[in-house]
C-alpha cells in the first residue's frame, strides 16, 4: 500500500501544488498591503505556506485515495500496488486456438465468464459484437469503470487485449477502481478464452 500512496503524490504533485499556490499568494498579498516595506518577507511567508499547504494536501489526498483503492482492492481478492494509480489499465493475451474457432465465440465464452463473478458486479453491457465486449462496472466501486475487450484472431491464435477506465474520460485518477476491474477480470477472460479455444494462453 505504501508505494501506491508514495506513487499517488507523485502523480498528483502539480495539481497539488496548484491548489496550494493560491493560499500563499494570498497571504503574502495580505502582508504586503499591510506593510509595503516587508514585501520580500511577505513572499517568503507566502511560499512557505503553500509548501505547507501542498504537503497536507498532498497527504490527505494520497492517504483517502489508498484507503478507497485498497478497499477496492480488498474485496475483489486483491493486493494492491503502485501500478493501479496509472490509466487506463491494460493488458494483453495471446492464445493458441483451434482452426474454425471465431472472435464471436471467444467473446461470448468471456462475457458468459465474467457474468459468473460475483465481484466485480456487471451493471451494463453496452457493446457486444463480433470480437468486442465492453461492459459498465458500478457495484462495490468508488465510481463506475468501463472494461473493453477487443479479440481478434489470426489462423491458430487468439489476441485478446483489455482495458479498464473510468467511464468520465476526463478522469486521470480513479482511486484504483480500473485497476482492481482488470486484475480481477483478466483471469477468468484468460481461462475462457483458452477454454474456449482449445489452447495453452503463451503470454
Known sequence: ????????????????????????VFMAGVL??????????????????????GAVIAVVGATSSTWQAARAASRHGLTLSAEAVGLPCTAEIRVPIRPGTTAYQLT??????????????I?????FTHGRLTLICRKSLSLPVRFHISITTDRDTATVTMDARPTA???????????????????????????????????
Open 32 to 53: 504586503i498591503w499591510e506593510d509595503p516595506s516587508v514585501w520580500a518577507d511577505a513572499l517568503l511567508q507566502g511560499a512557505f505556506a503553500s509548501l505547507v499547504a
Open 108 to 121: 461470448d465464452s468471456a462475457l458468459y465468464a465474467l457474468k459468473q463473478l460475483p465481484a466485480p458486479e
Open 169 to 203: 474520460t476526463w478522469k486521470r485518477h480513479d482511486d484504483g477502481a480500473s485497476w482492481s476491474v482488470l486484475k480481477a477480470f483478466e483471469p477468468h477472460v484468460s481461462k475462457a478464452v483458452h477454454d474456449e479455444g482449445g489452447g495453452t494462453s503463451t503470454t
Open 1 to 24: 500500500m505504501f508505494s501506491y500512496w508514495l506513487a499517488v503524490i507523485r502523480r498528483g504533485a502539480v495539481f497539488f501544488a496548484m491548489m496550494a499556490a493560491p493560499l500563499g
Open 123 to 127: 451493471d451494463k453491457v453496452t457493446e
